[in-house]
């Protein structure tokens, strides 16, 4: 997964980096927690460095903007206690395939720099950190806020692939309304994922260093098959378009069965009490925030309306998929079949936003592009 996993690179129309304008709302409702998080932490264990990383950083426009953010906070905190700011190092972490590139060329100039330019300046010095943040990424004990967003992407557990297992998930590409057993195999993967992910940054983290983590949640526990509510899938990625386009191309030939088969996606989303076992079950961190936000608005009603009524916005829901999904869907199937696949799902999303235009029940119904999310703020002990 490590070697295949990235988000569309550069700056084309469905790359990451033009398309995550959704995830860009849905951070910035993160900025009081952000703030309050720099408020508690214990900001004088290193006087003169201050370390800050951000995990799964992408191509970096939201990452940057946060990381601003939190610079500027930390800024306040000094001047209120009449403090000489410390030299800051921000981190950028993301697998290796990341378009490291990207990011690195959307970096305001240093303040302080020979030709400043008019636009920002940057307050702190960056670095890249090539990696999966399920392993130890940096030396211990460095004085850090963490600051991340991570949707929980998991390894696929390896009987789900294996056609001879019992688990193998034949038919659909998540868990989704699927095989309990199948799910519970995805639930089992995450907690171990998430235990290693915490256990790396109880090791790395200095004594009052914080961490604040953002990522796709689910309010019960009960049932992994219900990773959302039925009426609310279609809002999801892997709603019946998603589903649908598949079933588009095993029908015309141009994919078998067994292509459609083995493709799964990396994706659990956890509940909050599964996250909460986890920093039970790890130790070393004060929980300062476990919260479910729920049915968060990613796009207001009259940009919602606005997209229904423009063909191509509309199209952009596609592309929006596309700056997340296609890399992994070209190495699994290669880029013509995978072109293909996303012409049929902007067909498929065009004819449903049209049907939506004219019909309100269905407007509320399809509110896609809301989601839960889980905050979780924890102060290292
Ligand atoms: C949806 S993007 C979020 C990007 C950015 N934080 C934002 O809000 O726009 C999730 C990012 O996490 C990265 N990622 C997924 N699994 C990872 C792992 N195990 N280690 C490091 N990065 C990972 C992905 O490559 C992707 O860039």
């Known amino acids: 997964?490590?070697?295949?996993?990235?988000?569309?690179?550069?700056?084309?129309?469905t790359s990451y980096d033009r398309m995550s304008v959704v995830q860009a709302y849905a951070l910035k409702s993160l900025q009081p927690s952000?703030?309050?998080?720099?408020?508690?932490m214990n900001l004088h264990i290193n006087p003169s460095l201050l370390r800050i990383a951000d995990f799964g950083s992408a191509t970096g426009r939201n990452s940057l903007a946060c990381m601003d953010f939190v610079v500027a906070c930390i800024r306040r905190e000094y001047q209120s206690r009449n403090s000489l700011m410390p030299e800051i190092q921000?981190?950028?972490?993301?697998?290796?395939?990341?378009?490291?590139?990207?990011?690195?060329?959307?970096?305001?100039?240093?303040?302080g720099a020979e030709e400043p330019g008019a636009g920002l300046v940057r307050e702190y010095f960056a670095a890249g950190v090539p990696g999966s943040f399920y392993r130890r990424l940096f030396l211990r004990d460095i004085p850090a806020l963490f600051a991340l967003d991570f949707t929980g992407t998991l390894q696929?557990?390896?009987?789900?692939?294996?056609?001879e297992s019992e688990l193998y998930n034949r038919g659909s590409c998540w868990i989704m309304g699927g095989k309990p057993s199948i799910a519970q195999a995805f639930a089992e993967q995450s907690k171990t994922d998430l235990r290693?992910?915490?256990?790396?940054?109880?090791?790395e983290l200095v004594p009052g260093g914080i961490l604040h983590c953002y990522l796709s949640g689910r309010a019960d526990c009960a049932d992994p098959t219900n990773q959302t509510i039925p009426e609310r899938q279609h809002r999801f990625m892997t709603g019946y378009d998603f589903e649908g386009a598949w079933d588009d191309l095993i029908e015309e030939g141009i994919i078998t069965e067994e292509t459609w088969d083995a493709f799964n996606l990396p994706?659990?989303?956890?509940?909050l009490e599964e996250i909460q076992d986890c920093i039970n079950t790890v130790g070393g961190f004060e929980v300062i925030r476990l919260e479910h936000l729920e049915d968060l608005e990613l796009y207001s009603d009259d940009a919602r309306m606005r997209m229904l009524q423009e063909p191509k916005k509309c199209a952009k829901f596609s592309s929006w998929v596309r700056s997340l999904v296609e890399p992994l869907m070209v190495v699994h199937m290669g880029s013509e079949c995978t072109d293909e696949w996303f012409l049929r799902h902007e067909r498929r999303v065009a004819t449903r936003c049209r049907s939506m235009l004219h019909n309100?029940?269905?407007?509320?119904?399809?509110k896609f592009l809301s989601a839960d999310f889980l905050l979780v703020v924890l102060k290292k002990l």
């Open 90 to 111: 921000a981190f950028f972490n993301d697998l290796p395939a990341n378009d490291f590139n990207t990011l690195f060329s959307l970096l305001p100039p240093m303040k």
């Open 34 to 40: 952000l703030a309050e998080a720099v408020h508690i």
């Open 156 to 163: 696929i557990p390896a009987e789900v692939t294996d056609p």
């Open 1 to 13: 997964m490590e070697r295949i996993m990235w988000m569309n690179g550069g700056n084309g129309e």
């Open 267 to 271: 994706i659990y989303i956890p509940s």
């Open 360 to 366: 309100r029940q269905e407007q509320e119904h399809y």
């Open 196 to 203: 290693k992910f915490l256990q790396c940054r109880a090791a």
